[in-house]
């Protein structure tokens, strides 16, 4: 199983140096990982998306950028297939994008973006249109077709991120796998999501999809560390009730050692995940070095 690493994109202190970015990024590229990945968000305070994923391109050049995930209806789509294939160009070839529908009305408002797109078929609508303009359809009334032409043929590998059934097994139909997440480290919820992808996929005369899950992790003695993963979730979930975000903190991801990580990784293998993308709750760059160190062994 691959282990990626997500960016520090939702810490309340990640432009408190002007080069954090670049410096994880940098060392996520050197080490044993096997992707690099952020996230989307439009009422916050994280960088853009697309600005982000031209950056990334150009500090690394081995790891596979994974957006996990973004929302393409909070974007016009032709625009949205020119960023992402101008990314792909800019990386070699190394883009991979996850799409999901979001789960913030106040996203969608910032964005001035249509809440009734925010559908199964919303979704589908926009992936298909994407894929038009990476095909080289001409999608306007225009001299020549939008580009830049995608490096990966057809476009850059797509995974739906959801735990919803209906929505995986509608994506069955357009997507290449799962951008999974698991609030509580449930491993048998988890392995329930992979074995519904599995199915929606062959049902659908598709290959085999890829799985893919993400958790937040915090290293450190238990309650230091499940402290350190509460403050994440206070900043990061401030569209829900303080009380509600309290009482999932409680169980959310992963607080302990090393080694107890290293064990909780080995469990998900046996679930068939192709690939666990970390998800820190600091925005301290030793983290990267310590995990690196324990994946390397």
Same mark, same amino acid.
């Given at each position: 199983?691959?282990?990626?690493?997500?960016?520090?994109?939702?810490?309340?202190?990640?432009?408190?140096?002007?080069?954090?970015?670049?410096?994880?990024?940098?060392?996520?590229?050197?080490?044993?990982?096997?992707?690099?990945?952020?996230?989307?968000?439009?009422?916050?305070?994280?960088?853009?998306?697309?600005?982000?994923?031209?950056?990334?391109?150009?500090?690394?050049?081995?790891?596979?950028?994974?957006?996990?995930?973004v929302v393409p209806q909070l974007h016009a789509p032709?625009?949205?297939?020119?960023?992402?294939?101008?990314?792909?160009?800019?990386?070699?070839?190394?883009?991979?994008?996850?799409?999901?529908?979001?789960?913030?009305?106040?996203?969608?408002?910032?964005? #001035? &973006?249509?809440?009734? @797109?925010?559908?199964?078929? +919303?979704?589908?609508?926009?992936? =298909?249109?994407?894929? $038009?303009?990476? %095909?080289?359809?001409?999608?306007?009334?225009?001299?020549?077709?939008?580009?830049?032409?995608?490096?990966?043929?057809?476009?850059?590998?797509?995974?739906?991120?959801?735990?919803?059934?209906?929505?995986?097994?509608?994506?069955?139909?357009?997507?290449?796998?799962?951008?999974?997440?698991?609030?509580?480290?449930?491993?048998?919820?988890?392995?329930?999501?992979?074995?519904?992808?599995?199915?929606?996929?062959?049902?659908?005369?598709?290959?085999?999809?890829?799985?893919?899950?993400?958790?937040?992790?915090?290293?450190?003695?238990?309650?230091?560390?499940?402290?350190?993963?509460?403050?994440?979730?206070?900043?990061?979930?401030?569209?829900?009730?303080?009380?509600?975000? #309290? &009482?999932?903190?409680? @169980?959310?991801?992963?607080? +302990?050692?090393?080694?107890?990580? =290293?064990?909780?990784? $080995?469990?998900? %293998?046996?679930?068939?995940?192709?690939?666990?993308?970390?998800?820190?709750?600091?925005?301290?760059?030793?983290?990267?070095?310590?995990?690196?160190?324990?994946?390397?062994?």
């Amino acid at each position: 199983m691959d282990v990626g690493m997500t960016l520090p994109v939702m810490e309340p202190d990640l432009w408190a140096e002007t080069d954090t970015l670049e410096r994880w990024s940098r060392a996520v590229d050197e080490g044993p990982w096997s992707s690099l990945c952020f996230g989307e968000r439009m009422a916050f305070d994280n960088p853009d998306t697309l600005t982000l994923l031209g950056a990334v391109a150009a500090w690394t050049s081995r790891v596979r950028l994974v957006t996990t995930v973004v929302v393409p209806q909070l974007h016009a789509p032709v625009p949205l297939a020119k960023a992402l294939a101008t990314g792909d160009r800019l990386s070699g070839g190394r883009l991979t994008v996850g799409l999901g529908d979001g789960g913030r009305d106040e996203d969608y408002r910032a964005a #001035d &973006a249509d809440l009734g @797109t925010r559908t199964i078929v +919303g979704l589908a609508e926009r992936v =298909a249109a994407m894929r $038009r303009v990476w %095909a080289g359809e001409r999608v306007a009334d225009a001299v020549r077709p939008v580009g830049p032409p995608p490096v990966q043929p057809g476009g850059p590998e797509l995974l739906v991120g959801t735990l919803g059934p209906r929505t995986i097994r509608a994506a069955a139909a357009w997507a290449d796998g799962l951008a999974g997440m698991s609030l509580d480290l449930d491993l048998a919820e988890m392995a329930k999501v992979f074995e519904l992808t599995r199915d929606a996929w062959r049902e659908a005369g598709r290959p085999a999809p890829r799985l893919t899950t993400s958790f937040w992790f915090a290293l450190g003695e238990p309650d230091r560390a499940r402290a350190q993963v509460h403050r994440h979730l206070r900043h990061y979930m401030n569209w829900i009730p303080a009380e509600y975000v #309290d &009482a999932l903190a409680a @169980t959310a991801g992963f607080a +302990g050692t090393p080694a107890q990580l =290293a064990g909780v990784l $080995r469990q998900v %293998a046996d679930l068939g995940a192709d690939e666990v993308q970390l998800i820190p709750t600091s925005s301290g760059v030793d983290q990267v070095h310590r995990i690196a160190e324990l994946l390397m062994d």
